[in-house]
């Protein structure tokens, strides 16, 4: 039995196939408890790799603020409910899904495990989450479309400074078969992240995770452009360390990695991406621009503030995450469940309110669906199961999700996850 199989009782399913082969001395491969999951991780990733995935900003405080928002709100039980047939599937934007777990986009998984993306979208295909394709994945969504062509997957969109790439980017999210595109609005400038600042540390810099730019025929022609117009400073004194990052830039550029050594293209790309990565000058009026190339929904992702959400209902945008980027981007930021409940209020079901930040276990999907979300984004977790076990460390950490999620429903007197709201929980004071 697996995610994809829309029935009651998935969570005792997979519990007792666990049970039954403890019997025959065979644990889970991928770590159950939360924790246990990290340290595996960890144990598996390099260090700058680890720093990179486990780092938010300053001092860490938003992450921990994630955290403890999930533990204020406690879950009260209803007792004598007939919940012997349990649903966990949703509907998103026309599409069934099996239950209401998303894979949150993730970029530079190269640094988690060798196949990436690649795994992760399989994962999905099996179980059929949706997985949010990043713009700075370490695969083009056309290799991604290739490799798992039956995975759900939307587009995160980071919006460049140059438009013909974001349209391109959102033409070709369309050719390769995504169903949404996620215009993320929370990383226009790199949050302030000490660990890969003390490590001087930055992935894209080392041609990793770019693979979205190099593949796109917009891209290639901004970086013809800079060769035929070099930088007249001279290049710095090579060092062990400069030529490691150019070995890195060369093996992660298209082509051959001899021919990219004696090429300038690796090194051109990298600068040309550093210079076309964001814009900060992006307001609500230029969202039309978006709506005028594609037809698929648009989502917003890293809304925090009621009033936001007002203005993405008046863009005609068809939903919103409401995230705060598991606390990468803000130092002091509030935890993302607590935005949640006012942003619901304001939307009042016209688009469908989605979530992500924080989430570490079945009981926090539920805390989250509880106060309003359609459906929950998995971060962290999925890729500390990535780490560990490549697709099948995926799949495993979303069946225990889901399976978590359905056994405390069951216990909560819920049967099926529409039947979720405020009346499930309690707030603690403090």
Known sequence: M???DDIGNIGRAIQTRIYREGVYGRKPAVPVDPERLRRAARSAMSRRGWNYLQGSAGTESTASANRAAFERYRIVPSMLRDVSNRRLGVELFGRELPTPLLLAPIGVLELVHPQGDLAVARAAADSGV????????????ERVAEAAPQAPR???????SDDDLVTSMVHRAERSGCEAIVVTLDTHVLGWRPRDLDAGFLPFAHGQG???YTADPVFASLVRRRLKHPASSPAPRPTPQALRALWSMSRNHPG???GNLRSPCPRAAVETFL???SRS???WHELDFVRQRTKLPIVLKGLQRPEDARRALDAGVDGVVVSNHGGRQVDGALGALEALPGIVAEVDGRIPVLFDSGVRTGADVFKALALGATAVGIGRPYAYGLATAGARGVRSVLEHLGAELDITMALAGIADVAGLGPAALTRLDG
């Open 210 to 212: 770019i693979a979205q």
């Open 256 to 258: 051959s990695l001899l």
């Open 130 to 141: 949706p997985v949010m394709l990043s713009t700075q994945a370490s695969w083009s969504m």
């Open 281 to 283: 000058s992006l307001t």
């Open 154 to 160: 939307w587009f995160q969109l980071y919006w460049s």
């Open 2 to 4: 697996s995610l994809a």
């Open 275 to 277: 210079d076309v990565f």
